[in-house]
C-alpha cells in the first residue's frame, strides 16, 4: 500500500466502503498536512486493518475516506505486556512513547510498595488519556496496525491478580539468579514484563510476584534504570523470538 499520510480510525468508523477520520485526523489531515481530495491515504483501526484510500468530501465535518483495497496483519508472536511500577517525574511519558514504538502489546502501570507517586484521582485520568494519545500518535509514525493498549493504575493487589492470568510472566529483579533469555519457552503466545520503581522491588515484593507465577530473572550485571529496563527487556524478547533483528 502506497498511501503516505498514515491515520488512526475508531474500527466503529468503518462502513464497508468508506471510513470517516474523527474530527482531529481531519484538521491534521486537512490543515496540517493539506492533504486534498483524491490523495491517497494509509488508514488503520488500530487492531490489525490497514486500508489504502482516497479522500473523498467532508462529512459533518470530517474527511470520509472510499476505501480502495485493505488487508489484515496478524500481530507478531508472542505480544508483549509490560507491568510498570509508577516512576518519579516525567519518565512514564517516555517508557509510553518508546515502548508503544517497539510495538509493546500493552503497557499497565502500578502502584508497588515502594513507588514513590502516589497520583490523586483527577491526575490519574488525566494520565490515562495522555498515555492513550501518545500510543496513537506513536503507531501512526511507527506505521503499526496495532495501538498499545493502556488502562488505568493498578494497586498492587490488583497487579497480582493480573499476574496469576498471564500465561508465561517474569519479574526483573537485579537480585535473581536467571536470566531473562533462559526463562523464556520455546513457544508463547504473551510475554509479561514486571518491572519495578527506582529503588527496585524488595525480597518480599519478588516473593509475592513469584508466588504468583512471575519468576524473578536478571539482565545481567548491569542495573538498569526503570525507565530504561523496561525497552531492555522488551527488545531482548522480540529479538529472542525472532520479531526484531
Not at 67 to 89: C, H, M, N, T
Not at 102 to 110: N, S
Not at 125 to 154: C, D, E, F, H, I
Not at 224 to 229: I, L, V
Request: proline residues 6%; glycine residues 8%.
Amino acid at each position: 500500500m502506497n498511501g503516505s499520510a498514515w491515520f488512526v480510525a475508531s474500527p466503529r468508523d468503518w462502513f464497508g466502503d468508506h471510513v470517516l477520520l474523527d474530527t482531529g485526523e481531519t484538521h491534521h489531515a486537512l490543515h496540517v498536512l493539506r492533504i486534498a481530495p483524491g490523495e491517497v491515504i494509509t488508514v488503520s483501526d488500530g487492531r490489525g486493518t490497514v486500508a489504502r484510500c482516497s479522500v473523498g468530501a467532508l462529512r459533518d465535518g470530517r474527511v470520509a475516506a472510499e476505501i480502495i483495497d485493505q488487508r489484515v496483519e496478524s500481530r507478531p508472536e508472542p505480544e508483549i505486556v509490560l507491568y510498570q511500577a509508577a516512576p518519579k517525574g516525567s519518565k512514564i511519558d517516555a517508557i509510553v512513547q518508546r515502548s508503544a514504538e517497539l510495538g509493546v502489546a500493552e503497557l499497565c502501570v502500578f502502584e508497588s510498595l515502594r513507588s514513590v507517586v502516589r497520583w490523586e484521582p483527577p491526575k490519574l485520568q488525566r494520565l490515562a488519556t495522555r498515555w492513550k494519545a501518545a500510543a496513537r500518535v506513536v503507531a501512526k509514525q511507527s506505521r503499526n496496525p496495532y495501538l498499545m493498549r493502556t488502562g488505568p493504575v493498578l494497586k498492587w493487589a490488583e497487579l497480582i491478580d493480573r499476574i496469576t492470568g498471564e500465561p508465561c510472566a517474569l519479574t526483573l529483579w537485579e537480585d535473581a539468579s536467571e536470566r531473562l533469555r533462559a526463562a523464556l519457552p520455546d513457544r508463547v503466545s504473551r510475554v509479561a514484563l514486571v518491572v519495578g520503581p527506582e529503588g527496585g522491588f524488595s525480597t518480599e515484593e519478588a516473593a509475592t510476584l513469584a508466588a504468583a507465577g512471575a519468576a524473578p530473572v536478571s539482565l545481567g550485571p548491569r542495573i538498569f534504570r526503570t525507565e530504561m529496563a523496561p525497552l531492555v527487556a522488551a527488545s531482548a524478547v522480540l529479538w529472542h523470538y525472532g520479531v526484531i533483528g
